[in-house]
């Protein structure tokens, strides 16, 4: 018979006062509560060292609440009823006794029923474990008796390297199991992410030519128009290769890359990732091309470069650019080149796949060469404006036959029009429901490291200059 004991949820932010907790962590629970996808009876309890009062907080709370589910005649209302569920408790991250007050405070109002809780580790990585070890110490994390259960959300970085993570792994693994840890990469929240399995996996005609028989290359980019802005104390100690290649870019490898999942399941896609992942040989300094944006003139005024940044020391090495050179060694990608790029301070916001099949090997259209056709190419376009493009040659309309690479866009916004969730929406959704799917496993985790651990303390220990590049440029030379 079905367990009816009452239930009931609290989602705790650590780090309720922080950017991360006001601009997409509340946003996203307001927005799935205006789903009515929030199960039960729940509140929000914030958590941070900043003295504040519950009102305080619901008004910081508010600050980027949005009403893009919920017509505007009851939006006021909707907000209101999500507010009244909000509540903070101040307190020091690495102190029992701070927690041990918000667990009365949570006891409180959680009552005597089966409670589910959530904690959201919204701090910086210096706090992570500090913080879990006085969560566990309070007791606040049901240990298999038989209680609600208990999630922790943790947010990249997940360590410097390979050894720093494995530490934070195996501390954090003290107070929470790995089946209870949902280590989030943001752009797997994405739904053009999402999608990439079911192009490749739901579509028939993508498989035959999904090889290095038909592929040329594949090339993954990203780039921000900004610099570090106020992040320079952050950023400087990881660079652009942490922040986004070693796991949003190295996800979006996995996923274009990796074997079909015997099932839709999180276990069998986190397999598939790790059996692709473990085929890529550690990068070596010939790999990689880095690069670090320098003070720029532009009308009148000289933007400042990456070491002059605030909290940025002026001999620093961090690199705000990169490009690295991946091998995949199996069968389906041997010799196929994947290329990422990463910088900051480019000329423009992008983030996008290229797939760039292989030249007709003979053509009819010119000659025994075949080299006056452009190869077709597939371009997933992840930001902005999501979307597709498949360039295809075709003839040019007219008496003549002249030929043109011509594009199939699909745009997203004009195909689906829907309101396209956030990112944190979706995975914040499935921390709910319990699926890891989204979320990287530990042996993943290990395994993106050991292909990015050797280049990183190789550049450092031979302090590699970054070649500099002008803010508002494609990056260095
Ligand atoms: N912001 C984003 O968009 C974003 C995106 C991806 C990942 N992340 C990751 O998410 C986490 C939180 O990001 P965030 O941008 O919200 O960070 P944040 O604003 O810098 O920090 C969150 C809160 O932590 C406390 N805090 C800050 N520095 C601290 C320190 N040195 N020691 C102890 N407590 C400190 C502050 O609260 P009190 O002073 O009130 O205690 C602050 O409000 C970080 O790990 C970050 O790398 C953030």
Redesign the pocket.
Known sequence: MADEKPETLSIVI???????????IIPALFALYCQNLIPGPFRVFGF???A?THEAFRQMASEHLTCRYVPHSRCEDRMAEFLSRCYYQ?GQ?DSADSLLDLYRALRTEEGSVRAHRMFY????????LGVARAIGNAGLVECGGGEGWSRVV????FGRDRATSDVLVEEMGRVFREDQTYR?D?YLGKEIVQNLMVLRFANLFFEPVWNRMFIERVSIAWSEEQGIGS?GG?FDGYGIIRDVMQNHLLQILALMAMEEPTHYDARAVCDEKVRLLRSIPPLTVDDVVIGQYRATERKDQVLPGYRQEVQVPPDSRTPTYAAVRLKINNRRWEGVPFLMTAGKGLSHRTNEIRVRFRAVPRNIFCGPEGTCLEPNELVIRIQPDEGLVLRLMNKVPGLGMELAPTDLNLRYAAAFPVQIPDAYECLLLDVLKGDRSLFIRSDELAVAWDIFTPVLHALEEQRVEPLPYAIGSEGPV
Do not use: C, Q
């Not at 922080?18 to 997409?24: E, M, V």
């Not at 580790?121 to 992570?128: D, E, K, S």
């Open positions: 650590i780090g309720a006062s922080g950017d991360l907790a006001r601009r997409k941070a060292r900043t504040m101040e991250y580790l919204a701090v910086p990585p210096a706090v992570f943790i947010e990249k970085p989030i943001h992040r952050y």
